[in-house]
């Protein structure tokens, strides 16, 4: 059985990360997130969204 793909709009990444919609749309015109585009429409996969993540994230320095 095939797994579903999940799709999330910008306002969903938003709200997942605590930041704006500028900060999105930054993210996408530097390509520093992968995204889908579907018409006019923008929409991230949950794995692109957990790379993005990934590679920026930063161990707490003590």
Do not use: H, P, T, W
């Amino acid at each position: 059985m095939k797994e579903e793909l999940k799709l999330f709009k910008k306002k969903d990444l938003c709200d997942m990360m605590g930041v704006s919609i500028g900060k999105v749309d930054g993210l996408i015109k530097e390509n520093k997130i992968r995204y889908i585009k579907i018409g006019k429409n923008v929409r991230f996969r949950e794995a692109d969204i957990s790379s993005y993540l990934q590679r920026n994230y930063k161990e707490e320095r003590i």
